[in-house]
């Protein structure tokens, strides 16, 4: 049996693999570049809007909505990169519906590439409001000691969301392919229908951890007067 | 008994403790939680938004303990790296 959509392969030259799950993510973000590419050709600001931009639009401002909600005050500045990690998670899971797709979500190598981009991108976006300065001070909070701490948390977070997405797409494929042998009629369908869900769920855990990490990061904390009597 | 089934009676059977335990502590962890969220959000339902929205992140965290024993009792399953060495050792001869 198959674990992931890694030992699936489809040509192979020496070293150079080409495997179900470079094709599978290739596939998606031409879809999802092209399928964006087409609906923003025709933007209307007023009169009516066509369906595409209507739908597009709510996606939008849901994101924003959450991103803000979590904290972080200018949401437009953190859009692109959290709104495509949410974005590419949800539309991978989304697709299960289609027969013979294998998530490329379901891949600790599409997985941890995913959680290297946080890993990555936090640092960058907390230098970026705090200065460099600034930005280590923040692992030596709330006092010195807590440095190597801070530093094993920033490495296992970033296992954890790699681990955490791998497990939960991988078992929903491994749990529907072990009930096709067992019970092969209706009961998988309802667990495809089950996976639809831990998917949607799971890519929204993905993105507000990611939010809620750049949010550590960037929050500059200032002394409040209240809290001083 | 040879070595080859050794491994294979030993992986199945930490397999099945691997999720089991892992499974059984973070119901609880996660029971615990959501009876607690739902006891606030009675409380207060017009924190509803915040509230939901930290169960889902913390729900995410203890989940996610389970998940990495799904993860090593699979492996345990399918892709043992023992069981494949000690099957490479046995063509070998």
């Known amino acids: 049996m198959n674990l992931t959509s890694d030992q699936q392969i489809f040509w192979q030259h020496g070293f150079v693999k080409l495997n179900g799950t470079i094709v599978t993510t290739w596939a998606m973000m031409i879809l999802m570049s092209i399928g964006a590419k087409l609906v923003t050709r025709r933007l209307a600001t007023e009169g009516p809007i066509s369906r595409w931009q209507g739908s597009l639009e709510i996606i939008i401002t849901g994101i924003e909505k959450q991103i803000s909600d979590v904290g972080l005050s200018e949401p437009k500045k953190y859009l692109s990169f959290l709104g495509t990690l949410f974005l590419f998670v949800a539309a991978c899971s989304l697709c299960i519906v289609i027969p013979g797709y294998q998530p490329p979500t379901g891949s600790l190598s599409t997985t941890a590439a995913l959680a290297l981009c946080v890993f990555i991108a936090v640092p960058l976006f907390g230098i970026r409001e705090q200065g460099l300065g600034g930005y280590l001070k923040t692992y030596t909070k709330p006092t010195f000691i807590m440095l190597p701490f801070n530093i094993i948390s920033e490495l296992s977070r970033t296992l954890a969301l790699a681990v955490r997405l791998f497990g939960n797409m991988m078992s929903g494929v491994m749990i529907v392919g072990i009930l096709l042998t067992i019970t092969p009629f209706i009961f998988p369908i309802v667990m495809t229908a089950l996976g639809l869900l831990t998917g949607m769920v799971q890519a929204y855990i993905f993105g507000i951890l990611a939010t809620v990490y750049v949010a550590a990061a960037t929050q500059v904390r200032k002394p409040s007067q209240k809290s001083q009597h | ?93």
């Open chain 2, 1 to 93: 008994m040879d070595n080859s089934i050794l491994i294979a009676v030993v992986s199945i059977a930490t397999a099945g403790i691997t999720i089991g335990i892992g499974c059984m502590c973070p119901a609880l962890g996660e029971g615990r939680s959501v009876a607690t969220a739902l006891t606030s959000l009675a409380q207060q339902p017009d924190a509803s938004a915040t509230i939901t929205r930290t169960l889902f992140v913390g729900l995410a965290m203890i989940e996610s303990l389970a998940i990495y024993c799904f993860v090593v009792s699979m492996i345990l399953i399918f892709a043992n790296p023992f069981w494949t060495h000690a099957i490479a050792q046995s063509g070998g001869k």
